[in-house]
């Protein structure tokens, strides 16, 4: 379900966190290239550990093509209570080949250090599955084995490990590996 807001797509327009404060979560869109750039970017100078892509690569890229993805895909970006700027993102990638488009892949998980700790990252994944219900049967991830904090949210949403891809990652000539999780859609 959307709502329109200002012109932006909204989806869904906030989430209660338990007992906690409210949300604004919504999808973004392509006029909002540049926010989702300039917390991307952020996202992979803090933790290029996390991220598949680089900061180098991603930096060097225009506004169009981050507007192109948020075409293609399901970003969701979260406010907290009386914030202007975002706090967090996820994003949610649906494949169109006809043999993969039965599984989503979650992707750009970042919140703010500011915006960890209260809740926000639950709603937003909570708001990123309830994107996905009905339109695929499971959600895929990777998550940075020893990221223990985010593993934890992941297996209280319901996402189960099904492998470790050893040395996913390499920086700075250090490896890291990658713990591979899955939701399953009942039915699915």
């Given amino acids: 379900m959307t709502e329109r807001d200002g012109g932006r797509a909204s989806s869904p327009a906030s989430l209660a966190a338990a007992g906690g404060p409210r949300f604004a979560i919504r999808r973004l869109v392509p006029d909002e290239a540049a926010l989702f750039r300039a917390l991307r970017l952020e996202a992979l100078e803090r933790h290029p550990e996390a991220f598949g892509a680089s900061l180098e690569d991603e930096a060097a890229q225009p506004d169009s093509w981050f ?37 989503g892949l979650l992707w750009s998980v970042y919140l703010r250090p500011e915006a960890r700790g209260h809740g926000l990252a ?43 891809e050893p040395r996913a990652l390499k920086l700075g ?15 699915g």
Avoid: C, Q
Avoid at 137 to 160: I, K
Avoid at 173 to 184: A, C, H, K, T
């Fill in 67 to 103: 507007a192109a993805r948020l075409e293609a895909g399901i970003v969701l970006a979260g406010w907290l209570p009386g914030m202007e700027a975002p706090a967090g993102l996820m994003a949610l990638a649906l494949p169109r080949a006809e043999k993969t488009r039965h599984k």
């Fill in 173 to 187: 000539g250090r490896y890291y590996d990658e713990v591979l999780m899955r939701f399953r859609f009942p039915g």
């Fill in 122 to 164: 639950p709603a937003l994944l909570s708001a990123v599955l309830a994107e996905a219900r009905g339109r695929v049967e499971e959600v895929r991830l990777s998550v940075v084995a020893g990221n223990d904090r985010a593993r934890r949210l992941y297996e209280r949403a319901g996402f189960t490990a099904w492998g470790l």
